[in-house]
């Protein structure tokens, strides 16, 4: 194995343990699943961005199977699989825009959100209120963490970014 791909690897796996840890410090948790974290999502989001969807993809799917050993919410086994590997695994998709880290953020961030969106659809709709359509309240469920979580992870990777950057004028040495 080439020094390349054992970097990937050590840094994909360091990314999926500091999401995890980031999952565990939570700012709002919501009454059926789903939370608002600090930043949780920004390790692997990082990690797309920097390695390209395909290994992206596979550290959110292990962040993903973490998740549902440390945090289990289940009541099907198709739900499982919306929800955690399949979800989680989605926020790989930013490595598809890393050329447009926001881009990027919101693609992987919509990748999750479409993927508990169908889980709350099939498997959650008993919690939509009366008279609310499943459709609206799994939209509006899902919605409600995953806004916040977008927010925090474009704002703390595009700081991020721009505290890195080179500033104009700067020759390498």
């Known amino acids: 194995m080439s020094r390349g791909k054992i970097r990937m690897l050590v840094e994909g796996a360091l990314m999926v343990a500091l999401g995890?840890?980031?999952?565990l410090v939570k700012v709002y948790t919501?009454?059926?699943?789903?939370?608002?974290?600090?930043?949780?999502?920004?390790p692997v989001l990082i990690f797309s961005l920097r390695y390209g969807a395909p290994a992206g993809l596979l550290a959110g799917v292990a962040h993903g199977l973490l998740q549902l050993i440390v945090e289990p919410y289940f009541v099907h086994p198709a739900q499982v699989i919306l929800d955690y590997p399949l979800a989680f695994g989605l926020l790989g998709l930013a490595g598809l825009l890393q050329t447009r880290p926001v881009a990027g953020i919101a693609l992987g961030m919509a990748g999750r959100f479409i993927s508990h969106y169908l889980s709350g659809v099939i498997f959650f709709r008993q919690y939509a209120p009366e008279n609310m359509s499943p459709y609206l309240y799994s939209a509006v469920y899902n919605g409600s963490y995953l806004l916040?979580?977008?927010?925090?992870?474009?704002?703390?990777?595009?700081?991020?970014?721009?505290?890195?950057a080179k500033?104009?004028?700067?020759?390498?040495?």
């Open 20 to 23: 995890l840890v980031l999952s």
């Open 30 to 42: 919501l009454p059926n699943g789903g939370s608002i974290t600090l930043g949780s999502m920004i």
């Open 148 to 164: 916040p979580e977008l927010i925090i992870s474009s704002l703390v990777i595009s700081f991020g970014l721009r505290s890195f």
């Open 167 to 173: 500033p104009q004028g700067m020759r390498e040495a």
